[in-house]
């Protein structure tokens, strides 16, 4: 391969010096990766990357994640050098400060061009694998023979940490078998970790392994050397599998006594030693942050090349739209996010029936009635597609044989599964569901969590949201993990009662195109309430209503509960109004919904003046105490489960009416 030029050589090392004296400057951040990797970003962004500055929203943009989301100023070196408005060089200068765009790691939705939030390490890869995903399917959806309106790729930088983590190993496991030859990896093949060599912990074929799962793997044996690199995208973009480059680095090149050794992964380089390695690779020691005008015009040709390339899009669009009336005017609405005017009409109305069916199961119906006016919508489950009740009718699987499927299977991958969710929700032109039981949202937490930080409307469909698995015992009853997600800022958690509430909470989810939503729902079957005797199911939407004041006036006990449990409270408050007492029963379906209410509304529902209080849950009593107060009972379950007959645990653990006759009547007795 031929050597790189004196000006190629000046360009790489302009993004290597923008990060190191953007580190030092504010004595905080990785510049290792940046000046180890920075070759690969050159060669990508200036011959490869298709994309517009001006309008880096544009749907048929290659999408480029940093994985190794530490080394986030390589990103925005590159977004100033590119000529991103609103990245300039005094935003650079102020990396990892209050306020600026260039937060210490990528943040979606925060900083113009981050397709995705990276820094957990793996989670850019596996998000990547979901934008894959949704490239493959749109285009299948909306490509005709002569004319391709979906057509680009999909860029990773991935560094060890990003393969060692057990999520890419599940996403790209995915990612092969769908093949997804417009996923292109580079694995900037360090060897260094902060603890030192990889030699201690990471020795493993890692080339061996992503041939095993079906990636064509390259090889780049001098990580900066342009035309090798150039030479290796070429030849990935050629083959209808994954591909893995494997870029040979070195982490902080250049640095005279840190090269490839760990103080160059988080070490704050001294003046001595970024001037040794300025002067090592010929670049100007003063003035920190130089760039040469030759440099900057190099960089923002790529405003001249995106105009150019977004604009024959267009002109390729009108051309489609002429064609496809209807699809073009459904590709770009579901491109913008917007929701047709009448997609609410669709949901089904439940009628009254005290046998009832399951939250998951009334579910099932909502999904299918959406899928119906939602074209974006898909979805998939760990798994458990038949326990969660997701498939969606009349599609196929999405496989490599039929991408237009809305059906994903992840197989036991939940953690892979929910970043490969916020990919989807987050490449724009889809709507995406991810399923799992309830117990095992732990194992996609760190990418749930990442849903709520990036403000993405990733939907999370869990069912069995109790104890009621019976024998199934308590490694499958979830028992903690409500109050768990109560706890996770910008996210709203809905616990429907019966089905119609149900359609509620999909209506809800839907809407929060900017946040995540998660169902937990019913395995048993509930009541369905009738709505001529109860509130109108639609005050889920408030979070919590009171569903009726029974007995006489004026209330004298407050009754409330969540879910399944809502049963429970309104056959005792039956009762209890037979017997004279003045009753109001409250469904809470979602607490975060409810706090975000006013407080003249919150204390209309809760009559805070009442002092008789209980909460019933099949979950934990964290959180309850703010709504029964001090002088309040729950009936909750703070222990885990057991192996037993659903009705034996009903009686065990105190969820009965009878139970919640006894408690209310010693509340009553005592106040």
Known sequence: MKANTPFQEEAI?????????????????????????????????????????????????????????????????????????????????QFRRPNSLTPGHPEYGHTAGVETTTGPLGQGLAAAVGMAIAEAHLAATYNKVEN???????????????????????????????SLGKLICFYDDNRVTIDGGTDITFTEDRAKRYEAYGWQVLHVEDGNNVDEIDQAIIKAKADPRPTLIV????????YPTWGGLSEAHSGIPTDEELAGAKKALGYPVEPKFYVSDAVLAHYREALTRGEEAEGQWKKQFEVYAQAEPELASQFKRVMAGELPKDWKNVFPVFAPDAKGLATRTASHKIINALAGVLPGLVGGSADLSGSNSTKIENTALFQKESYEGRNIAYGVREHAMGAINNGLNQHGGLISFAATFLIFSDYLRPALRLSALSDTGSIWVFSHDSFCLGQDGPTHQPIEHLSSLRAMPNLVTLRPADANETVTAWKIAIERRHAPTVLALTRQAV????????????????????????????????LMATGSEVELIVKAAEILAEEGVGVRVISMPSWELFEAQPQAYQDEVMLPEIKARLAVEAATSLGWHKWV?????????????ASAPNDFLFKEFGFTVENVLAKSRELLACL
């Not at 979906?150 to 092969?176: F, N, P």
Request: glycine share 10%; proline share 4%.
């Open 13 to 93: 090392n302009a993004i290597r010096f923008l990060s190191a004296d953007a580190v030092q400057r504010a004595n905080s951040g990785h510049a290792g990766q940046p000046m180890g990797s920075a070759a690969i970003a050159y060669t990508l962004f200036t011959k490869h990357l298709k994309f517009n500055p001006a309008n880096p929203k544009w749907a048929d943009r290659d999408r480029f994640i940093l994985s190794a989301g530490h080394g986030s100023m390589l990103l925005y070196s590159l977004f100033y050098l590119s000529g991103y408005e609103e990245m300039t060089m005094e935003q650079l200068k």
């Open 148 to 178: 391709k309106i979906v057509d680009h790729y999909t860029y990773v930088i991935a560094g060890d940490g990003d393969l060692m983590e057990g999520i890419t190993s599940e996403a790209s496991s995915l990612a092969g078998h769908l």
């Open 247 to 254: 870029c040979r680095t070195v982490l902080g090149y250049g």
């Open 527 to 558: 009541p369905t309430f009738d709505r001529q005797k109860f509130a109108d199911a639609v005050n889920t939407e408030k979070g919590a209503y009171v569903m009726a004041d029974m007995g006489p006036a004026p209330v004298e006990l407050v």
């Open 629 to 641: 107060g001090p002088e309040g009972k729950m009936i909750t379950l703070d222990r885990f489960g």
